[in-house]
């Protein structure tokens, strides 16, 4: 069965670096989508992205965070600046289309900045 | 704006016992709602989703949900629960009318007992 899958699994970066999340989505999937979940908290939406540009973003994804389609099968979130506060699980998803469609979830990256 | 509300961090329920995980939610426009399931160290699978039509909609391992227009709910049970089914379990909805995001509930902590 096909699964998004996500690389790495736990990233530990110091403060003020930069850190690329990695994901590879369903290959037949068109719209792709970055959530986060702090720990203890519920599952926040990011940003989702169609036909290579973002199609909707949240309060939380502001201009530290990008979000890239380089090839035909990596989608990846860009944090340019960490700060404490962006340690959390990051989820990428992907769906045949929106809204009806399920999202399937990858298992995360762990990111934690000390 | 959407929102979803799962009343109980945690369900403790005995194996073989019927389980029922509550969720309401507030959105405009028709919703379209799911149930997702977290294990330990993996990401969120899809158990089911309503749309449109039935309103006792089936998903994955013996789970069903109920969709209430009238109470706003759409509660996940099972008929007898498996020590397995220990996970934490998250209510989503998206707006089918507009352009909007999956927003989640907090989650729910289900521990079936032995």
């Known amino acids: 069965e096909p699964e998004v899958t996500q690389t790495p699994s736990h990233q530990v970066t110091q403060m003020g670096q930069e850190v690329i999340l990695r994901c590879v989505p369903i290959?037949?999937?068109?719209?792709f989508y970055w959530y986060r979940q702090i720990l203890g908290q519920k599952v926040e939406f990011l940003v989702s992205?169609?036909?290579?540009?973002?199609?909707?973003k949240s309060e939380i994804f502001d201009d530290q965070f990008s979000v890239e389609r380089p090839d035909g099968s990596n989608f990846t979130l860009k944090i340019r600046s960490t700060k404490l506060e962006d340690s959390a699980m990051y989820f990428c998803a992907s769906s045949e289309w929106r809204s009806a469609y399920e999202q399937y979830f990858g298992p995360g990256t762990r990111l934690t900045v000390t | 704006a959407q929102s979803v509300a799962q009343p109980e961090d945690q369900v403790n329920v005995a194996e073989g016992n019927p389980l029922t995980v509550k969720c309401t939610y507030s959105?405009?426009?028709?919703?379209?709602l799911f149930w997702y399931v977290q294990y330990p160290n993996r990401g969120l699978q899809f158990l089911l989703k309503y749309i449109t039509g039935d309103n006792l909609v089936k998903g994955s391992y013996g789970f069903e949900a109920e969709f209430n227009k009238s109470q706003t709910s759409f509660h996940l049970k099972k008929p007898s629960a498996l020590v397995s089914d220990s996970a934490l379990y998250f209510c989503?909805?998206?707006?089918?009318?507009?352009?909007?995001?999956?927003?989640f509930g907090k989650g729910t902590r289900l521990s079936v007992i032995a």
């Open positions: 992205f169609y036909n290579n540009e973002i199609s909707e």
């Open positions: 959105v405009s426009g028709n919703p379209y």
């Open positions: 989503a909805v998206i707006s089918g009318s507009g352009n909007t995001p999956l927003v």
């Open positions: 290959s037949n999937h068109l719209y």
